[in-house]
């Protein structure tokens, strides 16, 4: 009788660890429905101002049109 208590025992514990990690997961479904991921919207003027800066002064006779960033 303990074999079966004991497997049972087992059996529930593994049940109420996979509830606990869903019901976790919900959590954070629900967390990243309600505060998505903010969008890029930082102010990037001062890192091509040095990058304008640094690439007009080593290369004079080029003139920069386009800075993107590569993924």
């Given at each position: ?10 059996i ?18 629900l ?9 890029n ?31």
């Amino acid at each position: 009788m303990e074999n079966v208590d004991f497997l049972l025992n087992c059996i529930l514990n593994f049940a109420f660890v996979f509830l606990i990690l869903f019901v976790l997961s919900l959590s954070i479904l629900l967390l990243t429905t309600v505060f998505p991921e903010k969008t890029n919207v930082v102010d990037d003027s001062a890192v091509m101002n040095a990058i304008t800066n640094h690439y007009t002064k080593s290369y004079p006779q080029l003139r920069i049109t386009k800075i993107e960033e590569q993924k």
